[in-house]
Each structure stands twice: as C-alpha cells, then as structure tokens.
C-alpha cells in the first residue's frame, strides 16, 4: 500500500505558479501509476492529471497546458508543476495511485489561487 506525503502548497496571485511534491512510500512505486487529485470546497475529488510508471501522461481537459506531472522513481517522488493558476484552481491537492488501490489518503496540501 502507497502512502503519499504531499507538500508545496500556499498562497498564490492568478496567473503564478507553484510546484507541489510528494513522497510515496512503498516499495512498488516504480511500476506505479500515480496521479494528482484535488478537492475544492463543496465538490468531489477529482483527478487532474495522471502519470505511467514509463512517464506517459495524461490531464484532465481545465488543466491541459497549466499543468505538468513528472516523477522520479529513484526518489520515490511526483510531482505538479502549476502554472497560470486561475481561482477555480483553488483546493486540497492530493496524490494517489491512478486508478486508486486503496482507500487510505494523505493530508493532502491546501493552493489557494486569489484573484
């Protein structure tokens, strides 16, 4: 069972940037899919990007072109570079395996997008 610790959060203007990390632990990481989820009040988590264990990716339609997921599997770490944040981009960013294995999530980190 993966259990991710996720970082990088804040407080940011419309249009900047942030990069959140997270550290998976388990020794199957490597082989993999994993993908950056997020919740904002009042909604449902959803899945905004996704990443193979060989790096393919994929992003749901509002974040296409903003967004960029990586990992390093030597690291145990993936990443999402964000980028022209806008407000609706506002939530608690998790990461988990894409498709989920489990139902254990971590404390996930908070963006706040002010307009």
């Known amino acids: 069972q993966v259990q991710p610790v996720e970082s990088g959060g804040g407080l940011v203007q419309t249009g900047g940037s942030l990069r959140l990390s997270c550290l998976v632990s388990g020794s199957r990481f490597s082989i993999t899919p994993m993908g950056w989820y997020r919740q904002a009040p009042g909604k449902q988590r959803e899945l905004v990007a996704r990443?193979?264990?060989?790096?393919?990716?994929n992003y749901e339609d509002a974040v296409k072109g903003r967004f960029t997921i990586s990992r390093d599997n030597a690291k145990n770490m993936v990443y999402l570079q964000m980028t022209s944040l806008k407000p609706e981009d506002t939530a608690v960013y998790y990461c988990?395996?894409?498709?989920?294995?489990?139902?254990?999530w971590g404390q996930g980190t908070q963006v706040i997008v002010s307009s």
């Open positions: 988990n395996t894409a498709p989920l294995q489990s139902t254990y």
């Open positions: 990443i193979t264990s060989s790096g393919s990716t």
